[in-house]
């Protein structure tokens, strides 16, 4: 009979060794630092969020957050597909009688980047820096 110390040992490592599997098919040798700016309508986006989804539906998707127009993450090898996302105030409303006014939110970047978006990036090591200037009068 193992002791209970030895057990917790075993299980302790069996853990690690498989965390590390793991996070190896996860291809983590196959991601790549990318960065750059994002501009709508030629000002920066102050709080977003960019989302990095495989073209081909078989590498993790990524993310990351937008703040002052500058964003950096760790993105798959190949080609992604980029949505841009940020909020800002549409209105206020009473979330209750006699209550203050809260902020109402919605979506501040056009369909044609987040939610219908046909942006898309190739991610190599020759090409880190991945800009996007938004323009949302065009369709």
Known sequence: MISRRYARSLAAGLFATAAAVLAGCGGGDNKIRVHGK????????????IQ??????????AGGEIKDGTYSTEVPRGKMKVSISSSK???????????????????????QFNTNSKLEIDVSPEKTEQNFELDSTKK
């Open 38 to 49: 994002v501009n709508l309508d030629g000002q920066p986006i102050k709080v977003g969020a």
């Open 52 to 61: 990095f989804q495989p073209t081909d539906g078989k590498s993790p998707t």
């Open 89 to 111: 105030v549409i209105g206020k409303r009473k979330p209750f009688p006699n209550s203050p006014e809260v902020d109402v939110m919605g979506e501040a970047v056009p369909a």
